[in-house]
């Protein structure tokens, strides 16, 4: 590393009078960041203030970003600051958790999966029609299976004796407003992304932010976040998006945002009890005596330590909440403007006996979406416990 | 663990006498420590019955006790004897070679201390005795582990079951981790007398009363309602040495018991142990790296480095004339005695040793002949025994018959003549120290 | 409590010229016990009750005692990681106490602190090159590079290898992870370091090397250490003075020579007798502390070392041997405690009898006769009149009047120990020891004696 003739700067040449002069300046890094969110902020403003309202938000493209979208880049963002660049960041520890990581081969093959799942729902709605109904198109059978003929008004692909095959046109086939479900899957990919990943950071931000700081200060401010959790914990949200949905109709803008601001209280606890026993290790006592502020201690040390529970309760939270978008759009009480797994499967569930594709086929993106995170969260949490390394017997 | 032990055939059937645990009342009392032999209760050969003094004299005369078998150990066969234990862990960086090949054994009524660093496989080899290791990764590949006529390394999981607290109990480092922290002492006592005894809650409560008396707890019946939490770490200590003794074992290992207390509370149970064992007759296998204790409690030492043993005979020739360069270097880091340094070098990968002598690349006195072929024979160091029924015995080239010990001494006297060459050079800039893998 | 007694004038030969740069005065940390909402203050925990001492530059103090001591409390509260409740600290002149929180944190930079266990003094998510570099970032060396020149710098000064910056702790043994907490003090270039505990947690090899490392860099940096031990082995290695703690108050300090081979105070010659020696034909040196250390929230009267010190001193009017005399005021402390169960020792003889027979039955003189077991007091006193105060006590207490057994001890077996506080005196040339039989100029007990003095 360092070239032994040359001489180098050891600890006794920094001139600590001189840094103390020198105003804080800041690292590149943070100017980076800095700047992301700057720009961020400020084509949210261009939106929302200065464009003439209605007109599309990139009028060349004829791209329009609603609230929703505008949520999911800021999560986007925020992931890549907060776990992609990290992990670029610090090679080392990454490969060794991806050494721990890869010995599940389950969690291997669902974080592809999941991969594939985000790659296709994020490309996939920038290019496809939503898609419509078309009666004369209904009940298609997906392809390479068949249906009787009497059941599709038209059939798209041959039909021989009886029956009417599936073909590439609709690969997943149809539902009966001739909606095509792949189309339909594709978009409920991104809904279900939305869904997991912006509820999950909204979560898991406040979570972090108040439990961290409930056990780092301790004393009064503890006693009065922790029991304000205790009274959002025991307040129905369900009843509340009922009610708005009562109100102003459904709309997975206000479903994301009402659970993701009111479903941190368990995980502020497990954060903050966690941070607990943190703040007694001796490297939070050496940080201090180094004369490390609140700030720096919570932000350097408590809060990378609880990034186990974090992640581990985020794994168990994404599936739920993407479980939950999709019953509620089951019920009815979803965003009738967005094409949702929940959704399609309502649509077939009259249509079971003869058109069993409708249903079933995004039951089984959900079902395979759901393990796939809690396969995942599992090989996580082995992956990232520190002490649980293999250097030992 | 069940309540009602089936009748194993590996040892002898138990009488029916409902055993009693010797309290310090039964006639052995304050001065129990001055009079070892006349009072104690011991049992042998298996027999589980501890002999009340009324009973001692019609009981079999198979039923030697304690005294009788260490002053003629020649005649009476080993408590313990391991032979060529192996045992290895697979782990992600390959197989590690814990404790590769060692023997030692075991008097009954002794107390053998096994020394040696982290990672010398003294912990290990205490818990391969009964299998205590986690498996896998942890397993015996080679050896005979024979306590009391049984060869436990070829022993099921069930079999060994019954004779771990049964008949060989374990103490450890940590108090805290072994007690039930929602449990009163009491609660935890009494389960582990009833675990192996079949009787009924107050006279296990009794019992319970005078073990914790025994261990020199004061007021024993109230202690007996307290919380872990509630005792200090020298009376959890205790705690866990009665919980050892609620079965009347015939073998206890204790390891690093005594690491994590203060000097004085350190002797209280060094004592203890002491007292117990002359009362109980049990044998003790005694797991430390702090040579001061093994001098203050050892009858027999081995000491072990990179999963060998390095040397073993009775604790006065060891301390008096330590002859393995290992065994040396480790007397020379107590403080106050030698230079200040340690043992420069570090222990070699566990996972690959090294061929010929494990110590070969840190000892001072190597030659050639150390780096080639297997670990040493063991070879008798000569020389005047103190205690002549153990034999002192080194597993160093410089020991074989043909070579000549003394080279050591002269090579000692050379390195003194020349001055303090290490100290100053050698902790700055050399990157010594142990082991580039955290193994403890 | 060292009230009135200069600690600077405890060196030994000629007096020192230059200041000291640190000195420590009626430092007290007091923890309050709460109960209820309102948190009011129930009782406190003294866990330093006023220590003095000093640290020269250049020197190495230690400060020795059994766990719960308070030595560790000290250590951080006076350098304010927790703030002390009372006293003052000076370092280099200045009277740290006071300083504010922009003066406290150009302090860190002077003195810094090694800690015990190796295993939680490291953040496990920060490589070791990031723990070191850690302090020069809080201190405000923003430039990644320069800290990295740095941390090599200093890995290599504490004889491990560059490359190991990049490392996490884990894949560090303990005394590798001793090295760094090392290299992260003196990454601020200190003048000072307190080490609480360091070498404690590591096996007796390294322990030497550390402590040899420490020795070296105190040599070339011309560092003071503080250091915080239980190990008396390790305390007489390295250290120049010697602070001896029990129950929150300095009870010896001298020089390491003086204090190792002349103990003054009870207490440092019990602990000295029970570090194991490496010599088997030297077992049991006699002198065992009984008992715990008494909790720091309601210490013993007087002398806080009574409940324990073998070399208690006894009542004037009565000759005992030393150890019976102990035995006897562990008698007299227990009932005092109300935990003498007269109902439990009756128990006690019925469980080896007859079954038939009931607690009832057990006779004045058995009971008594097993009471004295239980303190292991023998069945006759040698002096004839303590026999008859003991024998009275005896048998107000199976009669079921403990009170009157307390008061008539307590009367007629009294000693200074238990009501005058005995405060540090110099008891020779360059040691001051508080005990009051330095004070009254009591001989020597038997038991001093048999401490070796090599
Ligand atoms: S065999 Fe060789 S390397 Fe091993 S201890 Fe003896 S002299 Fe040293
Ligand atoms: S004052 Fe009394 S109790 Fe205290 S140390 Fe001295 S002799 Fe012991």
Same mark, same amino acid.
């Not at chain 2, 060869?151 to 607290?165: K, N, Q, W």
């Not at chain 2, 420069?344 to 061929?355: K, Q």
């Not at chain 3, 640290?55 to 250590?75: D, L, M, N, R």
């Not at chain 3, 930079?109 to 190796?118: A, E």
């Given at each position: 590393?360092?070239?032994?003739?040359?001489?180098?700067?050891?600890?006794?040449?920094?001139?600590?009078?001189?840094?103390?002069?020198?105003?804080?300046?800041?690292?590149?890094?943070?100017?980076?960041?800095?700047?992301?969110?700057?720009?961020?902020?400020?084509?949210?403003?261009?939106?929302?203030?200065?464009?003439?309202?209605?007109?599309?938000?990139?009028?060349?493209?004829?791209?329009?970003?609603?609230?929703?979208?505008?949520?999911?880049?800021?999560?986007?963002?925020?992931?890549?600051?907060?776990?992609?660049?990290?992990? &670029?960041?610090?090679?080392?520890?990454?490969?060794?958790?991806?050494?721990?990581?890869?010995?599940?081969?389950?969690?291997?093959?669902?974080?592809?999966?999941?991969?594939?799942?985000?790659?296709?729902?994020?490309?996939?709605?920038?290019?496809?029609?939503?898609?419509?109904?078309?009666?004369?198109?209904?009940?298609?059978?997906?392809?390479?299976?068949?249906?009787?003929?009497?059941?599709?008004?038209?059939?798209?692909?041959?039909?021989?004796?009886?029956?009417?095959?599936?073909?590439?046109?609709?690969?997943?086939?149809?539902?009966?407003?001739?909606?095509?479900?792949?189309?339909?899957?594709?978009?409920?990919?991104?809904?279900?992304?939305?869904?997991?990943?912006?509820?999950?950071?909204?979560?898991?931000?406040?979570?972090?932010?108040?439990?961290?700081?409930?056990?780092?200060?301790?004393?009064?401010?503890?006693?009065?976040?922790?029991?304000?959790?205790?009274?959002?914990?025991?307040?129905?949200?369900?009843? %509340?998006?009922?009610?708005?949905? &009562?109100?102003?109709?459904?709309?997975?803008?206000?479903?994301?945002?009402?659970?993701?601001?009111?479903?941190?209280?368990?995980?502020?606890?497990?954060?903050?009890?966690?941070?607990?026993?943190?703040?007694?290790?001796?490297?939070?006592?050496?940080?201090?005596?180094?004369?490390? $502020?609140?700030?720096?201690? +919570?932000?350097?040390?408590? %809060?990378?330590?609880?990034?186990?529970?974090?992640?581990?309760?985020?794994?168990?939270?994404?599936?739920?909440?993407?479980?939950?978008?999709?019953?509620?759009?089951?019920?009815?009480?979803?965003?009738?403007?967005?094409?949702?797994?929940?959704?399609?499967?309502? $649509?077939?569930?009259?249509?079971?006996?003869?058109?069993?594709?409708?249903?079933?086929?995004?039951?089984?993106?959900?079902?395979?979406?759901?393990?796939?995170?809690?396969?995942?969260?599992?090989?996580?949490?082995?992956?990232?416990?520190?002490?649980?390394?293999?250097?030992?017997? | 663990?069940?309540?009602? *032990?089936?009748?194993?055939?590996?040892?002898?059937?138990?009488?029916?006498?409902? @055993?009693?645990?010797?309290?310090?009342?039964?006639?052995?009392?304050?001065?129990?420590?001055?009079?070892?032999?006349?009072?104690?209760?011991?049992?042998?050969?298996?027999?589980?019955?501890?002999?009340?003094?009324?009973?001692?004299?019609?009981?079999?005369?198979?039923?030697?006790?304690?005294?009788?078998?260490?002053?003629?150990?020649?005649?009476?066969?080993?408590? %313990?004897?391991?032979?060529?234990?192996?045992?290895?862990?697979?782990?992600?960086?390959?197989?590690?070679?814990?404790?590769?090949?060692?023997?030692?054994?075991?008097?009954?009524?002794?107390?053998?201390?096994?020394?040696?660093?982290?990672?010398?496989?003294?912990?290990?080899?205490?818990?391969?005795?009964?299998?205590?290791?986690?498996?896998?990764?942890?397993?015996?590949?080679?050896?005979?582990?024979?306590?009391?006529?049984?060869?436990?390394?070829?022993?099921?999981?069930?079999?060994?079951?019954?004779?771990?607290?049964?008949?060989?109990?374990?103490?450890?480092?940590?108090?805290?981790?072994?007690?039930?922290?929602?449990?009163?002492?009491?609660?935890?006592?009494?389960?582990?007398?009833?675990?192996?005894?079949?009787?009924?809650?107050?006279?296990?409560?009794?019992?319970?009363?005078?073990?914790?008396?025994?261990?020199?707890?004061?007021?024993?019946?109230?202690?007996?309602?307290?919380?872990?939490?509630?005792?200090?770490?020298?009376?959890?200590?205790?705690?866990?040495?009665? +919980?050892?003794?609620?079965?009347?074992?015939?073998?206890?290992?204790?390891?690093?018991?005594?690491?994590?207390?203060?000097?004085?509370?350190?002797?209280?149970?060094?004592?203890?142990?002491?007292?117990?064992?002359?009362?109980?007759?049990?044998?003790?296998?005694?797991?430390?790296?702090?040579?001061?204790?093994?001098?203050?409690?050892?009858?027999?030492?081995?000491?072990? &480095?990179?999963?060998?043993?390095?040397?073993?005979?009775?604790?006065?020739?060891?301390?008096? $004339?330590?002859?393995?360069?290992?065994?040396?270097?480790?007397?020379?880091?107590?403080?106050?005695?030698?230079?200040?340094?340690?043992?420069?070098?570090?222990?070699?990968? @566990?996972?690959?040793?090294?061929?010929?002598?494990?110590?070969?690349?840190?000892?001072?006195?190597?030659?050639?002949?150390?780096?080639?072929?297997?670990?040493?024979?063991?070879?008798?160091?000569?020389?005047?025994?103190?205690?002549?029924?153990?034999?002192?015995?080194?597993?160093?080239?410089?020991?074989?018959?043909?070579?000549?010990?003394?080279?050591?001494?002269?090579?000692?006297?050379?390195?003194?003549?020349?001055?303090?060459?290490?100290?100053?050079?050698?902790?700055?800039?050399?990157?010594?120290?142990?082991?580039?893998?955290?193994?403890? | 409590?060292?009230?009135?007694?200069?600690?600077?004038?405890?060196?030994?030969?000629?007096?020192?010229?230059?200041?000291?740069?640190?000195?420590?005065?009626?430092?007290?940390?007091?923890?309050?016990?709460?109960?209820?909402?309102?948190?009011?203050?129930?009782? *406190?925990?003294?866990?330093?009750?006023?220590?003095?001492?000093?640290? &020269?530059?250049?020197?190495?103090?230690?400060?020795?005692?059994?766990?719960?001591?308070?030595?560790?409390?000290?250590? $951080?509260?006076?350098?304010?990681?927790?703030?002390?409740?009372?006293?003052?600290?000076?370092?280099?002149?200045?009277?740290?106490?006071?300083?504010?929180?922009?003066?406290?944190?150009?302090?860190?930079?002077?003195?810094?602190?090694?800690?015990?266990?190796?295993?939680?003094?490291?953040?496990?998510?920060?490589?070791?090159?990031?723990?070191?570099?850690?302090?020069?970032?809080?201190?405000?060396?923003?430039?990644?590079?320069?800290?990295?020149?740095?941390?090599?710098?200093?890995?290599?000064?504490?004889?491990?290898?560059?490359?190991?910056?990049?490392?996490?702790?884990?894949?560090?043994?303990?005394?590798?992870?001793?090295?760094?907490?090392?290299?992260?003090?003196?990454?601020?270039?200190?003048?000072?370091?307190?080490?609480?505990?360091?070498?404690?947690?590591?096996?007796?090899?390294?322990?030497?090397?550390?402590?040899?490392?420490?020795?070296?860099?105190?040599?070339?940096?011309?560092?003071?250490?503080?250091?915080?031990?239980?190990?008396?082995?390790?305390?007489?290695?390295?250290?120049?003075?010697?602070?001896?703690?029990?129950?929150?108050?300095?009870?010896?300090?001298?020089?390491?020579?003086?204090?190792?081979?002349?103990?003054?105070?009870?207490?440092?010659?019990?602990?000295?007798?029970?570090?194991?020696?490496?010599?088997?034909?030297?077992?049991?040196?006699?002198?065992?502390?009984?008992?715990?250390?008494?909790?720091?929230?309601?210490?013993?009267?007087?002398?806080?070392?009574?409940?324990?010190?073998?070399?208690?001193?006894?009542?004037?009017?009565?000759?005992?041997?030393?150890?019976?005399?102990?035995?006897?005021?562990?008698?007299?402390?227990?009932?005092?405690?109300?935990?003498?169960?007269?109902?439990?020792?009756?128990?006690?003889?019925?469980?080896?009898?007859?079954?038939?027979?009931?607690?009832?039955?057990?006779?004045?003189?058995?009971?008594?006769?097993?009471?004295?077991?239980?303190?292991?007091?023998?069945?006759? %006193?040698?002096?004839?009149?303590?026999?008859?105060?003991?024998?009275?006590?005896?048998?107000?207490?199976?009669?079921?009047?403990?009170?009157?057994?307390?008061?008539?001890?307590?009367?007629?077996?009294?000693?200074?120990?238990?009501?005058?506080?005995?405060?540090?005196?110099?008891?020779?040339?360059?040691?001051?020891?508080?005990?009051?039989?330095?004070?009254?100029?009591?001989?020597?007990?038997?038991?001093?004696?048999?401490? *070796?003095?090599?």
């Amino acid at each position: 590393m360092a070239v032994d003739n040359e001489p180098r700067e050891t600890f006794e040449d920094v001139d600590w009078d001189d840094i103390d002069e020198t105003t804080r300046s800041f690292s590149r890094k943070t100017i980076v960041t800095i700047g992301v969110y700057v720009l961020f902020a400020v084509g949210l403003l261009y939106d929302y203030v200065l464009k003439p309202s209605r007109a599309d938000t990139i009028e060349p493209l004829g791209i329009s970003l609603q609230a929703l979208d505008w949520l999911y880049i800021l999560t986007l963002l925020t992931i890549l600051v907060g776990v992609v660049v990290p992990l &670029y960041e610090n090679g080392r520890m990454t490969r060794y958790y991806w050494q721990q990581f890869r010995k599940n081969r389950a969690a291997v093959a669902s974080l592809l999966y999941l991969g594939v799942i985000f790659l296709i729902g994020s490309i996939g709605p920038r290019f496809l029609e939503q898609p419509t109904v078309d009666s004369s198109n209904a009940y298609q059978p997906p392809v390479f299976t068949s249906a009787p003929n009497w059941l599709p008004v038209e059939c798209a692909g041959e039909v021989a004796g009886g029956s009417c095959h599936g073909t590439w046109a609709h690969p997943f086939g149809t539902t009966h407003e001739g909606k095509d479900i792949l189309v339909s899957v594709i978009y409920g990919m991104e809904v279900s992304m939305q869904v997991g990943l912006i509820a999950a950071l909204i979560t898991i931000t406040i979570a972090a932010i108040v439990g961290v700081s409930a056990a780092y200060f301790g004393g009064w401010i503890d006693a009065a976040l922790m029991r304000y959790v205790d009274i959002q914990i025991t307040f129905p949200t369900f009843f %509340l998006y009922l009610m708005i949905v &009562y109100l102003y109709g459904g709309s997975l803008f206000s479903m994301i945002v009402i659970f993701g601001l009111l479903g941190w209280g368990g995980i502020a606890r497990i954060v903050r009890s966690e941070a607990l026993q943190r703040r007694e290790e001796e490297y939070v006592l050496a940080a201090k005596n180094a004369g490390a $502020s609140g700030y720096w201690t +919570m932000r350097r040390h408590l %809060l990378p330590n609880v990034s186990n529970s974090v992640i581990t309760a985020v794994t168990l939270l994404i599936p739920g909440l993407i479980l939950f978008e999709a019953s509620l759009a089951f019920l009815g009480l979803g965003d009738p403007t967005v094409p949702s797994w929940g959704e399609v499967i309502a $649509s077939g569930r009259n249509d079971l006996p003869n058109a069993w594709w409708v249903s079933t086929i995004p039951g089984i993106f959900l079902f395979f979406t759901i393990l796939a995170f809690n396969f995942v969260g599992d090989a996580l949490r082995d992956a990232l416990d520190p002490r649980a390394e293999g250097g030992d017997q | 663990m069940t309540t009602n *032990r089936p009748d194993n055939t590996t040892h002898p059937p138990q009488t029916d006498q409902t @055993p009693s645990i010797p309290t310090a009342n039964d006639g052995s009392t304050a001065t129990s420590r001055s009079t070892p032999a006349s009072t104690i209760n011991a049992n042998a050969r298996g027999n589980k019955t501890i002999v009340n003094s009324n009973t001692s004299t019609d009981s079999p005369a198979h039923d030697s006790t304690a005294a009788e078998a260490s002053s003629d150990a020649k005649t009476d066969e080993m408590l %313990l004897t391991v032979e060529n234990l192996k045992t290895v862990f697979d782990t992600d960086d390959g197989t590690v070679h814990a404790v590769d090949g060692i023997d030692f054994t075991v008097q009954r009524g002794e107390t053998v201390c096994i020394v040696g660093e982290s990672g010398s496989g003294k912990t290990v080899t205490s818990e391969s005795i009964t299998q205590l290791f986690k498996s896998p990764p942890g397993s015996i590949a080679d050896g005979s582990v024979v306590f009391d006529g049984i060869d436990l390394a070829s022993r099921t999981e069930d079999e060994l079951t019954d004779i771990r607290g049964a008949r060989i109990s374990h103490i450890f480092q940590n108090p805290q981790g072994a007690l039930n922290p929602v449990y009163t002492v009491g609660w935890q006592l009494i389960e582990a007398i009833q675990l192996h005894r079949n009787v009924d809650d107050d006279a296990a409560r009794e019992d319970a009363v005078d073990l914790l008396n025994r261990v020199g707890i004061p007021e024993a019946s109230s202690r007996l309602d307290d919380y872990p939490h509630e005792l200090s770490g020298g009376m959890k200590q205790r705690v866990m040495i009665a +919980m050892a003794l609620a079965c009347q074992p015939d073998l206890l290992i204790a390891d690093e018991p005594t690491t994590a207390l203060d000097v004085t509370i350190q002797a209280q149970i060094l004592t203890l142990l002491r007292e117990l064992q002359a009362d109980f007759g049990m044998s003790i296998v005694f797991i430390t790296h702090d040579l001061g204790v093994v001098a203050e409690i050892a009858d027999r030492v081995v000491v072990m &480095y990179a999963g060998k043993v390095m040397e073993r005979g009775s604790v006065y020739d060891v301390f008096e $004339s330590p002859s393995h360069p290992y065994t040396k270097a480790l007397l020379e880091c107590l403080p106050g005695r030698g230079s200040l340094g340690g043992i420069p070098g570090s222990l070699p990968d @566990p996972t690959a040793p090294p061929t010929g002598c494990r110590f070969a690349d840190r000892c001072p006195y190597a030659v050639e002949e150390c780096t080639v072929g297997e670990q040493p024979v063991f070879e008798s160091v000569g020389g005047e025994a103190r205690d002549e029924d153990i034999e002192h015995e080194v597993s160093c080239v410089h020991y074989r018959s043909a070579a000549d010990p003394s080279v050591l001494d002269q090579l000692d006297a050379d390195r003194s003549s020349v001055p303090q060459e290490r100290p100053s050079g050698r902790t700055v800039g050399t990157r010594d120290g142990e082991g580039g893998v955290a193994r403890e | 409590m060292g009230k009135g007694v200069s600690p600077v004038s405890d060196q030994s030969g000629a007096a020192r010229t230059e200041a000291p740069l640190l000195s420590v005065r009626n430092l007290t940390k007091h923890y309050p016990i709460t109960t209820g909402l309102r948190s009011k203050e129930v009782g *406190r925990v003294r866990a330093v009750d006023g220590i003095d001492f000093d640290v &020269y530059p250049g020197e190495t103090v230690g400060i020795v005692g059994e766990s719960g001591c308070g030595k560790s409390t000290a250590a $951080s509260s006076l350098i304010r990681l927790e703030e002390p409740t009372e006293g003052t600290v000076r370092f280099d002149g200045e009277d740290i106490t006071r300083y504010d929180q922009a003066e406290l944190k150009a302090f860190r930079r002077r003195v810094q602190m090694i800690f015990q266990d190796p295993e939680s003094s490291f953040d496990p998510r920060m490589s070791i090159g990031e723990a070191i570099a850690e302090p020069l970032a809080v201190q405000g060396l923003t430039d990644a590079s320069r800290r990295r020149e740095i941390v090599v710098d200093l890995l290599e000064r504490v004889g491990l290898a560059a490359g190991d910056a990049d490392r996490y702790p884990h894949e560090l043994s303990g005394g590798q992870k001793q090295r760094v907490g090392l290299a992260r003090a003196l990454s601020m270039n200190p003048d000072m370091i307190i080490a609480d505990e360091p070498v404690s947690a590591l096996d007796v090899s390294i322990q030497s090397e550390i402590l040899a490392l420490m020795t070296d860099l105190q040599e070339s940096f011309g560092l003071s250490i503080l250091i915080i031990s239980h190990n008396l082995a390790v305390i007489r290695q390295i250290c120049d003075r010697v602070a001896v703690m029990y129950l929150g108050e300095i009870v010896e300090l001298g020089t390491a020579s003086e204090v190792f081979t002349n103990p003054q105070h009870p207490y440092t010659r019990a602990l000295l007798a029970s570090i194991p020696t490496a010599d088997p034909t030297d077992r049991g040196t006699g002198i065992e502390l009984t008992g715990d250390v008494p909790s720091p929230s309601n210490p013993p009267t007087g002398c806080r070392f009574h409940t324990r010190c073998p070399e208690l001193i006894q009542p004037d009017d009565y000759a005992f041997e030393q150890s019976v005399w102990r035995r006897v005021m562990d008698l007299r402390q227990k009932l005092d405690g109300g935990t003498v169960d007269v109902d439990a020792i009756r128990e006690g003889v019925v469980t080896e009898r007859e079954p038939s027979e009931t607690p009832d039955d057990v006779s004045a003189t058995e009971t008594k006769a097993r009471l004295r077991d239980e303190f292991a007091i023998p069945q006759s %006193l040698g002096d004839s009149r303590a026999e008859s105060v003991l024998e009275a006590a005896l048998d107000d207490l199976v009669s079921g009047n403990p009170a009157a057994a307390r008061e008539r001890l307590a009367t007629e077996f009294a000693t200074p120990c238990e009501s005058q506080s005995p405060t540090l005196e110099d008891a020779t040339a360059g040691q001051t020891a508080s005990c009051l039989r330095l004070e009254n100029e009591l001989p020597p007990t038997e038991l001093e004696q048999t401490v *070796r003095s090599d």
